[in-house]
Each structure stands twice: as structure tokens, then as C-alpha cells.
């Protein structure tokens, strides 16, 4: 590999995100995501393989995956497609950004809408508005509690060192549940490496997170 794993603790780090297209990626998504720092999930050609019937189990599947191991989650193709000639999304599509982020995306991703389509800046403006609606649902306190104890669930499977030496899932998320809580101001962590604040960040805090490094390529 020509690159440098942001889990190796590099502070010249280039992370990989691996893009999931094909019927074989989603058959060995489990050790794609273990040897990557992320995936993009390419709705469009996951269609043309796959049957777009079966797209929507497949995204919550693979997300569900990542998220359980801390990595990142980019949903992509065809989220507000119909804004590449109108100025308005569908209602489908609406919902569709919105139950992607739900479902854990990190990021919704546009391509026509914004390469070719008539109004790109009102696109991007038409799913940040979708998001942050999306993100204060998500915030609600039951929610948040039905959520917290699946997370607490998939942490106790990932912890491979149950001490303090680096800052482990269980750690983190408690961490997390504390700070919402009391509630607090904000989460600060030191790092050296940056995987402390993405640790804390794959639980989606109620909080804002502030991280604190020495190292400005980090």
C-alpha cells in the first residue's frame, strides 16, 4: 500500500476511503472497512449489479458495519437528482437524505446536481437544510437513548484493550454519555494522532467536540 493508514498514528496520515460498488465489495464488507479509514457507498452502480430494489437494505447494512468499527460513511448517487433541472427536490428525495444521515452517514454526497445541474449553490444549500433537520431529530433525547445502548452493544465487541493506555470505544462513548448528561459545554481531548476525536465523533455527541494537537498536519 502506497499510503499511510490515519490509524497508524502518522502525522502524515493520507486515509483511504474504499468506494462500494460492486456485489463482491458488499460480500466482503467486513474486512474492506477493517483495512480502510472509510467507504463511500456508490448507490448508482450497487443498482446496476445488485437491483435497486435491494439498494436501500444494502446502504443500511453497510453502514451498520462501519459505524459498529468507528469509520466513517459517505452516501452517494442520485440523492437530489431531480435538482439538476428543478429547483425543488422531491419528496422522496428529501427523505431519502434525511434516512441516510439517520441511518449514520457522515456525508451526503451530490454529483450531477453540482457538476451539471442548473442551480448547483441552491442544491447544496437545499441539503444542508435537509441535514440539519436531519441532525436535530437525531439529537432527540429518546432517540438518543435507543441509540446509546446499541453503540455501548457494538463497542463491548470492538474493544481489543480493555485499559487506558489509548482511548478505547468503551472509553469514548462513555465519555460521550457523560458530557450529555450533566450536560456539558463541550468534550475537549488532546491528541497526538487525531483518533481520539474521531473515537469520540463516530457516537455523534450532543455536544460540540474540541480537540486539542500539537501537530498542524493533524
Not at 463497542?155 to 480493555?162: E, G, Q
Amino acid at each position: 500500500r502506497d499510503f499511510i493508514s490515519a490509524e497508524t498514528g502518522s502525522a502524515n496520515a493520507v486515509a483511504l476511503i474504499a468506494k462500494i460498488e460492486t456485489l463482491a465489495a458488499t460480500q466482503n464488507i467486513e474486512s474492506i472497512v477493517d483495512a480502510s479509514d472509510g467507504i463511500m457507498i456508490a448507490r448508482g452502480d450497487l443498482g446496476l449489479q445488485l437491483g435497486v430494489e435491494q439498494v436501500p437494505i444494502i446502504q443500511k447494512r453497510l453502514s451498520r458495519v462501519a459505524k459498529s468499527r468507528g469509520k466513517p460513511v459517505i452516501v452517494a448517487t442520485q440523492m437530489l437528482e431531480s435538482m439538476v433541472d428543478h429547483p425543488f427536490p422531491t419528496r422522496a428525495e428529501a427523505t431519502d437524505v434525511f434516512n441516510a444521515i439517520l441511518d449514520g452517514g457522515d456525508a451526503v454526497m451530490l454529483s450531477a446536481e453540482t457538476s451539471v445541474g442548473k442551480r448547483p449553490a441552491l442544491v447544496v444549500e437545499t441539503m444542508g437544510d435537509i441535514a440539519r433537520r436531519a441532525e436535530n431529530y437525531r439529537l432527540d433525547p429518546e432517540h438518543l437513548k435507543h441509540k446509546r445502548k446499541t453503540q455501548r452493544r457494538d463497542a463491548r465487541t470492538y474493544v481489543t484493550d480493555p485499559f487506558v493506555g489509548r482511548i478505547n470505544e468503551e472509553i469514548a462513548l462513555t465519555a460521550v454519555q457523560f458530557a450529555e448528561h450533566i450536560p456539558a459545554r463541550a468534550v475537549v481531548s488532546f491528541t497526538r494522532t487525531g483518533g481520539t476525536p474521531r473515537r469520540l465523533s463516530q457516537y455523534r455527541p450532543a455536544v460540540p467536540l474540541l480537540a486539542i494537537c500539537n501537530n498542524e498536519t493533524v
